[in-house]
């Protein structure tokens, strides 16, 4: 049976509210990075045959405005235009103002994961881009409103483990 040891845990939060204003054009034919930047996470693989765990938990309060067929996520290495995992969610939208809804009272859980293989153990950062593809889209509340959990204000993380399977 193979076991699996965790070599290092990197993380960024990403707290207050935050608009993304770029847009995410989640097509094949897409060229350069798409969204806004939210967070990036510097890490040195310490062996070559890991495997780097990415995850990404983000709630999104809706749009500021125009109507939005989806959110965009994706993760981008180092200096690299081409995505190594990309994250599209469709989302519902209010049929009365063609618009996504606005509110804290409607915010959106956004988590995902990836798995990359370390290739090398060189220094290497991964940026987290988010966006809608039309309108801005806001994380961690809305306007002037945070939601609190009950432990403290709503905020969105991107976390990097190496681990190395024997």
Sequence with gaps: MAT??????????????????TAFNGTSTSQGRQGSQLASITITP??????????????????TSNHSNFYGFAIYRDSSVIAEQ???????????????????????????AASLPA??????????????????MNINGNGNVQPSTGLGASVST??????KTT
């Design 158 to 163: 991107f976390t990097c483990m190496e681990i």
């Design 4 to 21: 699996s040891q965790v070599l290092q845990f990197q993380y960024a939060i990403i707290s207050g509210i935050q608009t993304a204003n």
């Design 86 to 112: 990309i994250y599209l969610r469709m989302v519902p939208y209010n049929p009365y103002t063609s618009q996504l809804n606005s509110s804290v009272n409607t915010a959106m859980p956004i988590q995902f």
């Design 46 to 63: 310490k062996s070559d045959t890991s495997t780097l765990l990415f995850d990404v938990s983000i709630p999104v309060s809706g749009e």
């Design 119 to 136: 290739n090398d153990t060189n220094s290497h950062t991964f940026y987290l881009y988010g966006g809608m593809d039309a309108g801005a």
